[in-house]
């Protein structure tokens, strides 16, 4: 299982990424799927 709990991210004073949660199972399939600079890219760096 991969388990994310109120991931939180910034740059510098700016908070960009503001308590993101998910829950995928063992044999489940997730996505990340946003417009350019969305934050899809950080959201996964800060994991």
């Known amino acids: 299982m ?3 709990v109120d991931v939180r991210t910034g ?4 908070e960009v990424i ?3 949660s998910i ?3 063992v ?3 997730a996505a990340v799927m946003g417009h350019n600079g969305a934050g899809k890219t950080t959201l996964l760096r800060a994991a």
């Open 23 to 25: 829950e995928v199972p």
């Open 27 to 29: 044999d489940g399939v």
């Open 2 to 4: 991969l388990q994310l």
């Open 18 to 20: 503001h308590g993101v």
């Open 11 to 14: 740059y510098g004073r700016s």
